[in-house]
């Protein structure tokens, strides 16, 4: 398996759902990833660019966040809530990286959430993205 970005995760729980979520990608995506995506930092929560970022999406709740280094260039971070992946369950949280992946692979002036939550889908993390839906965004359960 190709061996993930860097990780800057202490939080056990939260880094084998990672690790998880990654190991499941297809191989084809994770060499894509792997030139995109510079590093994967938890924190106990966001900090407070993040938070406004987030809101100014129209976003009131998150446990993973994905960020361009620079508008002109295609690589980024995910940055992981400690506080909001302990507030949901496992299945939330390899949904909400997988979301986060699918904002990575996307074109930087392509973002949607609705695609990123196709891409992941169509990765076969169909299950976590309903659970992201439900115990993230509020959604009534399907």
């Known amino acids: ?3 993930p970005p860097p990780l800057h995760i202490s939080d056990a729980r939260i880094r084998r759902l990672f690790l998880e979520a990654w190991a499941r990608l297809p191989s084809e995506t994770r060499a894509v990833l792997l030139g995109v995506v510079t590093d994967v930092i938890a924190n106990s929560t966001f900090d407070g660019r993040t938070l406004t970022d987030l809101q100014t ?3 009131s ?3 993973a966040y994905w960020s361009l280094c620079a508008p002109d260039v295609h690589q980024g971070a995910i940055f992981l809530s400690e506080k909001e ?3 949901v369950s496992d299945s939330a949280v390899v949904g909400a990286i ?3 992946f699918g904002h990575a692979f996307q074109s930087p002036s392509a973002q949607s959430e609705r695609r ?3 891409l992941a889908t169509q990765w076969g993390f169909e299950h976590e993205i309903e ?3 439900v115990e993230i965004r509020g959604h009534r359960p399907r």
Do not use: Q
């Open 1 to 3: 398996m190709t061996l």
């Open 57 to 59: 999406l129209g976003i």
């Open 61 to 63: 709740r998150s446990c």
């Open 85 to 87: 992946c302990n507030a």
């Open 98 to 100: 997988a979301h986060e």
């Open 116 to 118: 990123a939550d196709l």
């Open 131 to 133: 659970a992201v839906k």
